[in-house]
C-alpha cells in the first residue's frame, strides 16, 4: 500500500462516503449500496479499490461480506499532512 494509491482511492467522492457511513461501525456491501443511486457492481469496484488500498478490512460471513474502516492508514495520512503542513515545531 502506497501514498499515491490511497490517495487515488479518496479523490473519489463515492469512495469517501462510503468511508464516512463506515467510520459508523461494519456494514454489508448489500447496506452499502442502498445509500446510493449506482449498480452494485459499481460499489462493488469501489469497494476494492478501498480495500487494495488498505482504506477498509472486509470479513466474510456467511453469504455476506461486512467492510469496517481501517483507520490506522488514515492516521497515517492525517500525520504526513500534519508533516507537510509543518505542523511540528522541532524543525
Not at 16 to 38: C, D, P, Q, Y
Not at 40 to 48: E, K, M, P, Q, V
Request: aromatic share 6%.
Amino acid at each position: 500500500m502506497g501514498l499515491q494509491q490511497t490517495m487515488k482511492a479518496l479523490a473519489d467522492p463515492i469512495r469517501r462516503e462510503i468511508l464516512n457511513m463506515l467510520k459508523k461501525g461494519r456494514m454489508s456491501a448489500g447496506e452499502i449500496t442502498e445509500h446510493f443511486s449506482v449498480t452494485g457492481a459499481s460499489i462493488s469496484r469501489h469497494l476494492s479499490v478501498l480495500k487494495e488500498a488498505d482504506l477498509v478490512r472486509d470479513t466474510r460471513e456467511g453469504q455476506f461480506i461486512f467492510y469496517e474502516l481501517n483507520a490506522s492508514v488514515l492516521e497515517e495520512i492525517m500525520l504526513w499532512v500534519t508533516e507537510l503542513r509543518g505542523g511540528n515545531d522541532n524543525d
